[in-house]
T-cell receptor
C-alpha cells in the first residue's frame, strides 16, 4: 500500500502553533475525506484526536484542529504545551476498504 | 467504557504461527463496529494489519493478506489474529482496536503487547 508522507519532526515553543502535514501520493484515497490523526506518547497506545479530516472526539482539546487541501491533510496544534510532545500519525481509509498510516511525525516542545 | 486487552505468547519461533486474542469488555462485539489489529515494530511507525466484523467480513493489508486471518468469537466477546510463517520482521508491539467508532477511524485501543519472533 502507498504510504502517507509526513515530516519526520516538527518543533515549537510553548504557546506557539505548529502544523503537521500528511500528503497522499496515490489515488487509493479517493477524495481523501476519511483522514484521522493519532497522538502517541512514549510506550503508550495511540489515541484518536481527529477523524473525518476535522472532527474531534469528545474529550479531545480544541487546541487540536484538522484540515485538508487537495491531497494534503494537516493537523494544527495551537497553544503548544509540554504534554503535546509525542509522535503523531495520520491515517486514511482507502477505496479498497483498507487503512494506511502515515510515516509519523515527532513533535518536540522546545 | 469500552476496554480491549490482548493475550497470547510473547515469543514465537520463526516459521510458526503468531496468534493473539483480544478480549473486549464494556461492549458486545456483535453489537456492531469492526474490530482490528495494528502493529508497531520497535522504534518504528504504525502498520494496519486488518479488521473483521462479527459476521465474518474481513479486510486485510494487501502486504500481509496471504498470511493473516482475523476472526471474531461472539460467545466469548473476543476476536483473534493469526499470522502464519512468522519471521523476525513480524517482531512488533501488537494492538487491537475498535474500528469505525467515529466514521472510518480507530477510537478504542488496547495497551499493546510485544511479540518477539526469535529462535
Amino acid at each position: 500500500q502507498s504510504a502517507l508522507t509526513q515530516p519526520a519532526s516538527v518543533s515549537g515553543s510553548p504557546g506557539q502553533s505548529i502544523t503537521i502535514s500528511c500528503t497522499a501520493y496515490s489515488s487509493d484515497f479517493g477524495d481523501y475525506n476519511y483522514v484521522s490523526w493519532y497522538q502517541q506518547h512514549p510506550d503508550k497506545a495511540p489515541k484518536l484526536i481527529i477523524y473525518d479530516v476535522a472532527q474531534r472526539p469528545s474529550g479531545v482539546s480544541n487546541r487540536f484542529s484538522g484540515s485538508k487541501s487537495g491531497n494534503t491533510a494537516s493537523l494544527t496544534i495551537s497553544g503548544l504545551q509540554s504534554d503535546d510532545e509525542a509522535d503523531y500519525y495520520c491515517n486514511s481509509y482507502t477505496t479498497r476498504s483498507t487503512y494506511v498510516f502515515g510515516t509519523g511525525t515527532k513533535v518536540s516542545v522546545l | 467504557q469500552v476496554q480491549l486487552q490482548e493475550s497470547g505468547p510473547g515469543l514465537v519461533r520463526p516459521s510458526e504461527t503468531l496468534s493473539l486474542t483480544c478480549t473486549v469488555s464494556g461492549y458486545s462485539i456483535s453489537g456492531g463496529f469492526y474490530w482490528g489489529w495494528i502493529r508497531q515494530p520497535p522504534g518504528k511507525g504504525l502498520e494496519w494489519i486488518g479488521s473483521a466484523y462479527h459476521t465474518g467480513t474481513t479486510y486485510y493489508n494487501p502486504s500481509l493478506k496471504s498470511r493473516v486471518t482475523i476472526s471474531a468469537d461472539t460467545s466469548k466477546n473476543q476476536f483473534s489474529l493469526k499470522l502464519d510463517s512468522a519471521t523476525a520482521a513480524d517482531t512488533a508491539i501488537y494492538y487491537c482496536a475498535r474500528d469505525r467508532g467515529y466514521s472510518y477511524s480507530l477510537n478504542f485501543w488496547s495497551q499493546g503487547t510485544l511479540v518477539t519472533v526469535s529462535s
